[in-house]
């Protein structure tokens, strides 16, 4: 039986194969990757838009005040008629705030890592791990009205009596480090559960006992992470503007008296707004002026905090 | 057990070299082990060990991976303690005590029974501080840094770090890491030196330097070192103790005697079949 | 019992010095510190059932339908939310979309088709710094932009484009890891079988990692409707007497009622603000539980 030959490709193709592909369907493509970049160059926009806008009215502003005053003066009576615009009022009132929620969400939130990531077995785990979690979700400004009505009146009146303000930024503070806490001990306790296993290992095989393998190997291995969890929260305390708003006064500080009221950087920049103002004005001018300082701060902060975690990560292969 | 052995003597065809060793069932008995049975969960791991481990001497335990050597070396400083699935049954005694009895605090047992892990684990602190700390936060009362050049020199270490002990010890090479893991160990002053496969992840050189250090050590110390290199075990140990799984996939102690005993004229057909290379 | 008393020192000169190990001591400071931290974990718990008290015990009264009917008063009576309800509901619609489409197209771009490196590494810091900026500074930065520039005044949509952007990083960095979770296996496949790059992510990676970004992209939602600073500066109203006609129109949120009236020193405020707060947390709550529900739901039945 004849076989029916097949013919083969070589036979019958006679010109080279084209292998370029559809001519709509690869600028269809090209304009799609094209869209997206489009999209993402736009967040460098923003940042751009960020700054550009913060520069442009703070640099109006400064030709109405020098930069030096406004650095170094220590009034400001932006609201009120005699105007002065010394920041370092506000710089001051920023400071003890983060100051006090620093010592509350610090300590706390090591401890909590600590204990979550060393000690805590996995049901207890699935309780505290989703508390922090809720805990991190609430607004801010859910903080602020707490500590203005419930840690005001009845945890400092009781404690100071008539030396505390009803704002204060104490009270502020205090509410500004529960804000913070579960951010602290979260990338605290990333960190520390990154510490290899190994290194445990090694300590309690020369008897120690789980707390100086914790305290004395774990956490100084963890230093940089921690560190840079530490930066992190700062920053983020020095951002913080609804508890300051309500809670930590409207008047610029004196002094450094936490019981007093200590208007922030933040908190002057919404209080602006109570009144009218007018665009184009000069307080509307200091308000890209105070923004433009409070963005670099927590841009330096940030910076910094990745630098750092970025820098020592390599300490243990 | 053995159902021919071979008139002439037979040998692990790559064994070449044997220690000189005085028998070791004369020394004393520094840790008996007996009747000794791991779980982990419900899975029966090791069954039915029993190990004398003579004083000064080093015992090396050899045999497959996986059949439970290093899961018996740990039960030596109550290492599995720490995993939280592990069940130990049976008796351990250490000078006459009984290691596995409640009353018994594991802190205690890990400051007298060192131990040195396969992949070095420095500390990421200086290399005084690697050596200097197990003795502190264990109440060393007396000059450290004495102690510290004492033991470097014990770890065959301190000419070679002497002039950088504030340096990290984790920029050390791997045989110097390996080698600082050891001081560290002899820093609490223990008397039985327990090694999981020390050398497994260093280069030859290094791993000749360390089978050298723990010889001289052993003057002082009583050594158990589990090892999967045939070579080194006789090249290193005074009694050999030899480990396989059974049926029911548990570890088992197969045979257990000098190591020259072990590697020419072993009893047990298992034994004979691991060291020629038939298996393992 | 220690080890020591049954021990001499064992033979050998080389043990000559003196141990004071304490290990009493040390076992003992271990089991109390361990119980302190344990304390400071669990403050966190305690904080949380501190706060939902105080805020049910002030407020529980004064959740009733008045609350979602009525609207701006000066009466606390005859106060409502009802403004604020929509207001927020507008100002999450149009920032979540704006932010999901520019946000998911920017992941998409950085994980599938920029090229590994300095491009990258630039974007991504960037990204970053973005989302560590205080949230006034988005304020401000809409305050210039689009209630002065683009001249939109102090409406709606300036408040919603404002918001969009302060949630953007947080769409991105969700979508990004939603992305890179899927796994190179799939797109491999897909490749193989001849599609086109935009084939690839269309049909495969993008549903796969669909309920990562929705996921994302709901948690960003639930932090825009909590955010007040960036309203205020970008001039929500915290007086209005009517819902919005438009986007074109004055407008208010929840978060900038509750600033209202907790600033307010009459009681009957300072409750009603609790009320307000206890809707909010409601709605927080479903909406993290959704994300979460979808999470597992629609994250499962992969491969």
Same mark, same amino acid.
């Given at each position: 039986?004849?076989?029916?030959?097949?013919?083969?490709? *070589?036979?019958?193709?006679?010109?080279?194969?084209?292998?370029?592909?559809?001519?709509?369907?690869?600028?269809?493509?090209?304009?799609?990757?094209?869209?997206?970049?489009?999209?993402?160059?736009?967040?460098?926009?923003?940042?751009?838009?960020?700054?550009?806008?913060?520069?442009?009215?703070?640099?109006?502003?400064?030709?109405?005040?020098?930069?030096?005053?406004?650095?170094?003066?220590?009034?400001?009576?932006?609201?009120?008629?005699?105007?002065?615009?010394?920041?370092?009022?506000?710089?001051?009132?920023?400071?003890?705030?983060?100051?006090?929620?620093?010592?509350?969400?610090?300590?706390?939130?090591?401890?909590?890592? %600590?204990?979550?990531?060393?000690?805590?077995?996995?049901?207890?785990?699935?309780?505290?791990?989703?508390?922090?979690?809720?805990?991190?979700?609430?607004?801010?400004?859910?903080?602020?009205?707490?500590?203005?009505?419930?840690?005001?009146?009845?945890?400092?009146?009781?404690?100071?009596?008539?030396?505390?303000?009803?704002?204060?930024?104490?009270?502020?503070?205090?509410?500004?480090?529960?804000?913070?806490?579960?951010?602290?001990?979260?990338?605290?306790?990333?960190?520390?559960?990154?510490?290899?296993?190994?290194?445990?290992?090694?300590?309690?095989?020369?008897?120690?006992?789980?707390?100086?393998?914790?305290?004395?190997?774990?956490?100084?291995?963890?230093?940089?992470?921690?560190?840079?969890?530490?930066?992190?929260?700062?920053?983020?305390?020095?951002?913080?503007?609804?508890?300051?708003?309500?809670?930590?006064?409207?008047?610029?500080?004196?002094?450094?008296?936490?019981?007093?009221?200590?208007?922030?950087?933040?908190?002057?920049?919404?209080?602006?707004?109570?009144?009218?103002?007018?665009?184009?004005?000069?307080?509307?001018?200091?308000?890209?002026?105070?923004?433009?300082?409070?963005?670099?701060?927590?841009?330096?902060?940030?910076?910094?905090?990745?630098?750092?975690?970025?820098?020592?990560?390599?300490?243990?292969? | 057990?053995?159902?021919?052995?071979?008139?002439?003597?037979?040998?692990?065809?790559?064994?070449?070299?044997?220690?000189?060793?005085?028998?070791?069932?004369?020394?004393?008995?520094?840790?008996?082990?007996?009747?000794?049975?791991?779980?982990?969960?419900?899975?029966?791991?090791?069954?039915?060990?029993?190990?004398?481990?003579?004083?000064?001497?080093?015992?090396?335990?050899?045999?497959?991976?996986?059949?439970?050597?290093?899961?018996?070396?740990?039960?030596?400083?109550?290492?599995?303690?720490?995993?939280?699935?592990?069940?130990?049954?049976?008796?351990?005694?250490?000078?006459?005590?009984?290691?596995?009895?409640?009353?018994?605090?594991?802190?205690?047992?890990?400051?007298?029974?060192?131990? %040195?892990?396969?992949?070095?684990?420095?500390?990421?602190?200086?290399?005084?501080?690697?050596?200097?700390?197990?003795?502190?936060?264990?109440?060393?009362?007396?000059?450290?840094?004495?102690?510290?050049?004492?033991?470097?020199?014990?770890?065959?270490?301190?000419?070679?770090?002497?002039?950088?002990?504030?340096?990290?010890?984790?920029?050390?090479?791997?045989?110097?890491?390996?080698?600082?893991?050891?001081?560290?160990?002899?820093?609490?002053?223990?008397?039985?030196?327990?090694?999981?496969?020390?050398?497994?992840?260093?280069?030859?050189?290094?791993?000749?330097?360390?089978?050298?250090?723990?010889?001289?050590?052993?003057?002082?110390?009583?050594?158990?070192?589990?090892?999967?290199?045939?070579?080194?075990?006789?090249?290193?140990?005074?009694?050999?103790?030899?480990? *396989?799984?059974?049926?029911?996939?548990?570890?088992?102690?197969?045979?257990?005697?000098?190591?020259?005993?072990?590697?020419?004229?072993?009893?047990?057909?298992?034994?004979?079949?691991?060291?020629?290379?038939?298996?393992? | 019992?220690?080890?020591?008393?049954?021990?001499?020192?064992?033979?050998?000169?080389?043990?000559?010095?003196?141990?004071?190990?304490?290990?009493?001591?040390?076992?003992?400071?271990?089991?109390?510190?361990?119980?302190?931290?344990?304390?400071?974990?669990?403050?966190?718990?305690?904080?949380?059932?501190?706060?939902?008290?105080?805020?049910?015990?002030?407020?529980?009264?004064?959740?009733?339908?008045?609350?979602?009917?009525?609207?701006?008063?000066?009466?606390?009576?005859?106060?409502?939310?009802?403004?604020?309800?929509?207001?927020?509901?507008?100002?999450?619609?149009?920032?979540?979309?704006?932010?999901?489409?520019?946000?998911?197209?920017?992941?998409?771009?950085?994980?599938?088709?920029?090229?590994?490196?300095?491009?990258?590494?630039?974007?991504?810091?960037?990204?970053?710094?973005?989302?560590?900026?205080?949230?006034?500074?988005?304020?401000? $930065?809409?305050?210039?932009?689009?209630?002065?520039?683009?001249?939109?005044?102090?409406?709606?949509?300036?408040?919603?484009?404002?918001?969009?952007?302060?949630? $953007?990083?947080?769409?991105?960095?969700?979508?990004?890891?939603?992305?890179?979770?899927?796994?190179?296996?799939?797109?491999?496949?897909?490749?193989?079988?001849?599609?086109?790059?935009?084939?690839?992510?269309?049909?495969?990676?993008?549903?796969?990692?669909?309920?990562?970004?929705?996921?994302?992209?709901?948690?960003?939602?639930?932090?825009?409707?909590?955010?007040?600073?960036?309203?205020?500066?970008?001039?929500? *109203?915290?007086?209005?007497?009517?819902?919005?006609?438009?986007?074109?129109?004055?407008?208010?949120?929840?978060?900038?009622?509750?600033?209202?009236?907790?600033?307010?020193?009459?009681?009957?405020?300072?409750?009603?603000?609790?009320?307000?707060?206890?809707?909010?947390?409601?709605? $927080?709550?479903?909406?993290?539980?959704?994300?979460?529900?979808?999470?597992?739901?629609?994250?499962?039945?992969?491969?």
């Amino acid at each position: 039986m004849a076989v029916q030959r097949v013919p083969t490709r *070589s036979v019958m193709a006679r010109e080279p194969v084209d292998l370029s592909g559809k001519r709509n369907r690869n600028a269809s493509e090209a304009l799609i990757a094209a869209v997206l970049f489009l999209f993402a160059a736009f967040s460098l926009l923003v940042t751009l838009g960020i700054g550009g806008v913060l520069l442009f009215e703070a640099v109006r502003f400064f030709r109405e005040v020098p930069v030096t005053e406004f650095l170094f003066g220590n009034t400001w009576t932006a609201l009120f008629l005699e105007k002065e615009w010394g920041v370092l009022p506000l710089v001051r009132g920023t400071l003890v705030v983060t100051l006090i929620a620093l010592l509350v969400a610090v300590p706390l939130g090591l401890m909590s890592a %600590v204990y979550l990531s060393e000690y805590a077995g996995p049901r207890v785990r699935s309780i505290l791990k989703p508390a922090l979690e809720l805990l991190a979700g609430v607004p801010t400004i859910v903080y602020g009205y707490f500590a203005l009505t419930f840690i005001t009146p009845s945890l400092l009146k009781p404690l100071f009596g008539r030396e505390i303000h009803f704002q204060s930024a104490l009270a502020a503070g205090i509410a500004v480090g529960i804000m913070i806490l579960p951010l602290m001990a979260s990338l605290a306790e990333d960190t520390i559960r990154a510490v290899p296993y190994s290194l445990r290992e090694g300590a309690y095989a020369l008897g120690a006992t789980k707390l100086e393998t914790s305290l004395r190997v774990v956490v100084p291995a963890a230093t940089s992470g921690i560190v840079a969890a530490f930066i992190l929260s700062m920053s983020r305390a020095v951002g913080e503007t609804m508890i300051v708003a309500l809670a930590a006064g409207a008047r610029p500080a004196d002094g450094w008296n936490p019981l007093e009221g200590m208007q922030t950087m933040t908190a002057y920049i919404v209080a602006v707004f109570t009144g009218d103002v007018v665009y184009g004005s000069l307080e509307f001018q200091s308000l890209f002026a105070v923004g433009l300082l409070l963005f670099l701060m927590t841009l330096t902060m940030n910076i910094l905090s990745q630098w750092i975690a970025r820098r020592y990560r390599k300490v243990y292969q | 057990m053995a159902t021919e052995i071979p008139q002439t003597p037979l040998r692990a065809a790559s064994v070449t070299q044997f220690k000189e060793h005085v028998d070791p069932e004369e020394h004393e008995r520094v840790i008996t082990i007996s009747d000794l049975n791991v779980y982990y969960g419900d899975f029966h791991a090791v069954a039915g060990v029993d190990i004398d481990i003579p004083e000064n001497r080093i015992t090396a335990f050899i045999g497959p991976s996986g059949c439970g050597k290093s899961t018996v070396l740990r039960c030596i400083n109550r290492m599995n303690d720490l995993v939280p699935t592990a069940r130990v049954e049976g008796s351990i005694t250490y000078h006459g005590t009984e290691i596995n009895s409640p009353k018994v605090d594991p802190v205690e047992v890990r400051r007298r029974i060192g131990m %040195v892990f396969q992949k070095p684990n420095p500390f990421p602190k200086s290399i005084y501080e690697n050596v200097a700390w197990g003795a502190r936060i264990n109440g060393y009362r007396g000059d450290i840094d004495e102690h510290v050049e004492r033991t470097l020199r014990q770890a065959a270490l301190w000419d070679e770090v002497k002039d950088k002990l504030k340096d990290s010890g984790m920029a050390l090479s791997g045989g110097q890491q390996q080698r600082l893991c050891i001081a560290r160990a002899l820093a609490t002053e223990p008397d039985v030196i327990l090694l999981d496969e020390p050398a497994s992840a260093l280069d030859p050189i290094s791993t000749l330097k360390i089978e050298e250090l723990l010889r001289e050590l052993q003057q002082n110390y009583t050594i158990v070192i589990v090892t999967h290199n045939m070579q080194q075990a006789s090249r290193v140990s005074d009694r050999t103790v030899f480990f *396989s799984l059974n049926e029911r996939r548990q570890g088992v102690l197969v045979e257990c005697g000098p190591t020259t005993k072990i590697f020419t004229n072993p009893e047990d057909r298992r034994t004979e079949a691991y060291i020629t290379g038939r298996f393992g | 019992m220690s080890l020591t008393t049954n021990l001499g020192t064992a033979a050998g000169s080389v043990r000559r010095h003196t141990w004071r190990p304490r290990i009493a001591n040390r076992n003992r400071r271990a089991r109390v510190l361990s119980f302190v931290f344990m304390l400071a974990a669990v403050s966190a718990v305690l904080l949380l059932a501190l706060l939902l008290g105080v805020l049910l015990l002030r407020g529980w009264d004064w959740i009733r339908l008045d609350l979602f009917t009525e609207q701006y008063s000066r009466n606390a009576e005859d106060a409502g939310l009802q403004a604020a309800i929509l207001g927020s509901i507008l100002l999450v619609a149009v920032s979540g979309v704006m932010a999901f489409i520019i946000g998911v197209g920017t992941a998409l771009f950085m994980e599938e088709y920029a090229p590994k490196g300095r491009i990258t590494d630039v974007l991504q810091t960037n990204i970053s710094n973005l989302a560590g900026v205080p949230s006034v500074v988005y304020g401000l $930065l809409g305050l210039a932009l689009f209630v002065e520039m683009l001249n939109l005044g102090r409406v709606l949509l300036a408040g919603a484009l404002t918001m969009g952007l302060l949630i $953007l990083p947080i769409v991105i960095i969700a979508s990004q890891e939603a992305i890179r979770n899927v796994p190179l296996g799939l797109r491999q496949a897909a490749f193989g079988v001849g599609a086109t790059r935009w084939q690839v992510i269309h049909h495969h990676v993008l549903p796969a990692a669909m309920p990562g970004i929705l996921t994302g992209t709901i948690l960003a939602i639930s932090r825009a409707i909590g955010e007040t600073a960036p309203l205020i500066v970008v001039g929500a *109203s915290a007086v209005v007497f009517a819902n919005p006609d438009s986007f074109f129109d004055q407008y208010t949120a929840m978060p900038m009622q509750i600033y209202q009236w907790a600033k307010q020193p009459q009681e009957e405020f300072t409750q009603l603000a609790a009320a307000a707060i206890i809707v909010l947390m409601v709605i $927080l709550l479903t909406m993290n539980g959704l994300a979460i529900y979808l999470r597992e739901r629609l994250g499962k039945d992969r491969w």
